[in-house]
Structures are given as structure tokens and as C-alpha cells.
């Protein structure tokens, strides 16, 4: 309160006194009361202001409320996105690798197809080339002579029959199997008896009663043979 408001103050409560004594005033008439205009008009600014910053933090608390439960769901449907897309991820890798594989065991059943697909006349053939051996190997070989000269080049034609087969089969891939003096391996030979050879290593093939032939590297007949014994 100013100075000026104190002496104003001073002053009017003098003058109401001096009223009350001429019974102008009324002794019930109480004593005039005057406020600084400064806390006046700051009492209501600090209420407006309190009410003011509890409305916005009210506000603040309920947005930020809000706030947080909008992101845990969010979050939630983040997480089942991302489940649902790991899972239709190794589902997809999957069935590429399926489909790789299929891709890689077609391309060879195709490849094995164009190159094995002669196996089962090859086998047919087979025979030929045995009968032409047996034919051969049947001829005494001392009657071979000028003396015989039918006799003689029948079997000249039955050598070369056998060499010109034996160079269609080579060039397509069949090779004989003729293991003497090999050791013994199941998947190539097919042993008969068993022999015995003090002068080779035991399982070792000591005789070949009938020729194996592969195709391609892959066994279509096992050599029929006798090994030592262990």
C-alpha cells in the first residue's frame, strides 16, 4: 500500500469520526475500508492462473494417457505384423528351396535320362558281344592255318565284328570291366568262388568268367570273377 493511499486512509476514517459525533453517521455505521488496487486486481489474475495451469496439466495428463495406450497397441500390432511376416518369410523360403531342389533333381533325371536312356539296349547288346567272344575264343586257334582258309577268315570276321562293336559301345559310353589282378569291389564285380593263391593278396580277383560293362561310370553289369581267399 502507497503512501498516498495511507494518508487518504487516515484521513477518511478522521472524517467519519467526526460525523459520528454530530450524529450524522450512525453509530453502527462502520468503519470505511479501502484495499490497494495492486492486490485487487492480482488476487483474481493469481486464481484465474492456478485454475489456468491445473486445466493444462489435467489436459496434458489425459493426452499423454491416451498417447500411451494408442502406442501399446500400436506396438502390439507391430509385434503380430512382424510375427506373421517371419512366418510367411520362412514359409516362402521354404517352398523356394523346394522348388530348387525339385528344379536340381528334374535337370538331372533329364541329364540321366539322355545319357542313360540307351542302358536297357546296351544290356541287349551285351549278349551279342558275349556270343562273339564265345565264338572267337572257341576256335582252336592251331587250325588257324592256310590249310583252313574258310575256317580262317571266318574267324577274321568275327574279331572284327567284335572290334567294331566294341568301338560303338566305347563311343557311347560302354566300357568293358575286365578286373584281373584287382581287389575285389562289390559294386563293380560279383564273385562266384573263392581260389586259393599263395603269390597275390587275399580278396584280390584271380579269374573272370564273364566281363562286366559300365555305362557312364555307372555298373550295368558286374564282372562275374573268382578272388583269393583271406
Not at 582252336?140 to 592256310?146: S, V
Request: net charge neutral.
Amino acid at each position: 500500500m502507497s503512501r498516498k493511499t495511507v494518508s487518504l486512509f487516515g484521513l477518511t476514517n478522521r472524517y467519519v469520526a467526526a460525523l459520528k459525533s454530530r450524529n450524522v453517521l450512525g453509530a453502527s455505521t462502520p468503519a470505511l475500508r479501502f484495499y490497494s488496487s495492486e492486490n485487487s486486481a492480482q488476487k483474481p489474475q493469481q486464481s484465474s492462473d492456478s485454475d489456468g495451469t491445473n486445466q493444462l496439466e489435467n489436459a496434458v495428463a489425459e493426452a499423454t494417457k491416451k498417447l500411451s495406450e494408442e502406442l501399446e497397441v500400436l506396438t502390439k500390432e507391430v509385434n503380430e505384423i512382424k510375427e506373421k511376416n517371419d512366418e510367411l518369410l520362412d514359409k516362402y523360403k521354404r517352398s523356394l528351396a523346394d522348388s530348387e531342389n525339385l528344379r536340381t533333381r528334374l535337370t538331372k533325371q533329364i541329364a540321366d535320362a539322355k545319357v542313360f536312356g540307351i542302358q536297357s539296349f546296351c544290356k541287349d547288346l551285351l549278349e551279342v558281344a558275349d556270343i562273339l567272344g564265345h565264338a572267337t575264343e572257341a576256335v582252336p586257334k592251331e587250325e588257324l592255318n592256310d590249310n583252313n582258309p574258310h575256317l580262317k577268315n571266318l574267324y577274321e570276321g568275327l574279331v572284327m565284328t567284335k572290334a567294331s562293336l566294341l568301338q560303338v559301345f566305347k563311343r557311347h559310353g560302354l566300357e568293358p570291366i575286365n578286373p584281373l589282378n584287382e581287389k575285389f569291389n562289390p559294386n563293380m564285380h560279383e564273385a562266384l568262388f573263392e581260389k586259393d593263391d599263395p603269390n597275390v593278396e587275399p580278396s584280390t580277383i584271380v579269374v573272370v568268367t564273364k566281363l562286366g560293362y559300365k555305362l557312364h561310370e555307372r555298373c550295368i553289369r558286374p564282372a562275374l570273377v573268382g578272388v583269393s581267399k583271406s
